[in-house]
């Protein structure tokens, strides 16, 4: 690491001596992959820094609140790039100040960061970080200043204060769009002079993401990009702006893809004419969200559109800040509202006394609610027609074919006196229509009551005995078995390999007593005794 201050180089930093060439040659000391630091001081030059094809050079401050560079001329830029391809260069923590307010008509030179250089090839510069730098009075505060086709990408800002920027804040222009990872501009914050006449804060021709924006106190045009494919605008706070042109558009979104959200826009006062938040062109798609514009106690005549002429437009969410605001989604009386596919889901309007566009191939599918009071609001879809062509059908919800809200022509013919009447299921006896009786027997049916599945087996405790059919119990069949059922004579004798507990409910029985190997078997019957207890005997 090189520290400006330390031998050879002896930058004094007071604000006074001309440390001009002593930053220069630690610059070039340090070279490709060098370490320049600047520790706290205010450091006056008089001529630009360069840097020459030094990639991975890092320059850093101490802090940035205590390391000022000083531009004490005029037309010059503080830092000049003057090689191409120089990549992965990091400047941090530093405040570049010029020593007066700089203007383009006076001082067009005056960029606090400058690229130069005739193009070389479609390399560029590519992946610099510019991390805590602040800007003051400069023309420009990044400016790409070449001749032909110098791609810039992979560019990331992050934490960086502009204020009083006579013109510009960041000139990007690559002469081409590139399919190259795009720049990033993460939290940053712009303060303006109210007196002071800038043109576009952003002025683009990039692929490129803004993450969270503060601009205060900035006049007419924001940003314009006119060369991007994919390009994304969220998080943006703009406060004090004012408006002194006609017809003016705050974004211009050009020739790209664009998706923008959460833009939350304070205008305190303009011109009396038509004004847009989001403007685009025929090569342009938006998509946008959450969207809201307070025009405060200033801009108390003309109107302002948030949504502008784009090839297609799906948005969500746009606000004004009252309902006195003279502020709309669109205007429904220009031709920015026909390509408007969606608004919070719903078609555009149009309003009043103004046209549909010509139905086209483009169109097919599309839908517009019109606004008439001498017809009524009107809902119309583009079709293509049997005869090949493109027409605009009204969507006729009546069958009256005046766009009514009955039913649809379609379902008239099938109702009662049309031309293919679906009969009543209840008087024919046949499939048909279901009368209220029974959808309403249907509708009092418990839900999953036809999933009925019947047991396999059922306990006896749910038969009811009667006189004629009764359970027997095991004995009592084992008794009747050995009857035989006739009046009580002995005709099996029940075989048993041990007796029986002899009781008056065996009594008469006989029964087989099966002997083992060797032994033979012996038949007992049950006997009551004359002491009037029970016992088994064996007849020989």
């Known amino acids: ?88 260069v990091t400047l941090s923590n530093l405040h570049l100040q010029y020593k007066t307010q700089q203007v383009k008509e006076t001082n067009p030179n005056s960029s606090a960061i400058e690229y130069s250089g005739a193009a070389n090839g479609e390399s560029g510069f590519n992946n610099h970080i510019y991390t805590k730098i602040r800007i003051t009075f400069a023309t420009y505060g990044f400016n790409v200043n070449t001749t032909g086709i110098v791609p810039i990408w992979g560019f990331k800002w992050e934490d960086i204060i502009l204020s009083k920027i006579g013109t510009t804040c960041f000139r ?35 692929e490129f993401l803004i993450d969270a924006l503060d601009i205060g106190g900035w006049k007419n045009e924001i940003l314009i990009n006119d060369r991007g494919y994919n390009c994304v605008i969220r998080y943006v706070n703009v406060d004090g702006h004012s408006i002194t042109k006609d017809f003016c558009s705050l974004f211009i979104l050009q020739d790209g893809a664009y998706d923008v959200s959460a833009i939350d826009a304070n205008i305190v006062a303009w011109k009396s004419s038509q004004h847009k938040l989001l403007q685009g062109n025929a090569n342009s798609t938006l998509n946008a969200r959450n969207i809201r514009v307070d025009t405060g106690a200033g801009a108390v005549q003309g109107s302002m559109s948030i949504l502008g002429t784009f090839k297609k437009i799906v948005a969500a969410g746009l606000q004004k800040g009252s309902d006195v605001d003279p502020v709309e989604a669109y205007a429904g009386y220009l031709n920015d509202v026909w390509n408007v596919y969606s608004l919070d889901g719903l078609p555009p309007v149009i309003q009043d006394g103004y046209s549909l566009p010509a139905a086209s191939g483009e169109y097919r599918g599309r839908m517009f609610y019109v606004q008439s009071k001498q017809n009524g609001d009107q809902l119309f879809v583009c079709t293509l027609e049997t005869n090949n062509s493109y027409a605009w059908s009204k969507i006729d919800l009546d069958g009256t074919g005046d766009g009514g809200d009955g039913v649809s022509p379609h379902a008239s013919t099938h109702i009662t006196g049309g031309t293919d009447v679906i009969a009543n299921a ?29 047991p396999a087996t059922h306990p006896a405790t749910m038969i009811v005995e009667d006189p004629s059919r009764r359970f027997v119990t095991d004995a009592e069949k084992a008794k009747w078995n050995i009857d035989g059922g006739s009046g009580g004579s002995t005709t099996i004798a029940q075989s048993v390999t041990s007796l029986p507990t002899a009781s008056s409910a065996n009594r008469g029985q006989l029964v087989l007593l099966l002997g083992a190997t060797n032994v033979a078997d012996m038949t007992y019957i049950c006997k009551k005794l004359a002491d009037n207890t029970y016992d088994w005997k064996q007849i020989d």
Request: charged share 20%; glycine share 10%.
């Open 426 to 454: 209840d008087t024919t006896g046949k499939s048909g229509l279901m009368s209220s009786a029974d959808k309403t027997k249907l509708d009092g049916i418990e839900a999953k009551a036809n999933n009925y599945v019947h």
């Open 172 to 206: 990007i222009r690559s002469g081409q769009p590139i399919d190259r990872p795009m720049n990033t501009f993460a939290n940053v914050k712009i303060i303006q002079d109210a007196n002071a006449n800038p043109s576009y804060a952003f002025d683009l021709q990039c």
């Open 1 to 88: 690491m090189i520290n400006i201050k330390g031998s050879p180089y002896r930058a004094v930093g007071d604000g006074i001596t001309d440390d001009t060439r002593a930053i220069q040659r630690a610059i070039d000391a340090a070279g490709p992959g060098g370490n320049v630091f600047f520790p706290e001081g205010k450091y006056r030059i008089t001529d630009s820094l360069l840097i020459d094809y030094y990639p991975g050079l890092a320059i850093d401050g101490e802090n940035w609140e205590g390391v000022a560079v000083i531009m004490d001329a005029n037309n010059k830029p503080i830092v000049k790039f003057i090689a191409q391809d120089t990549n992965a």
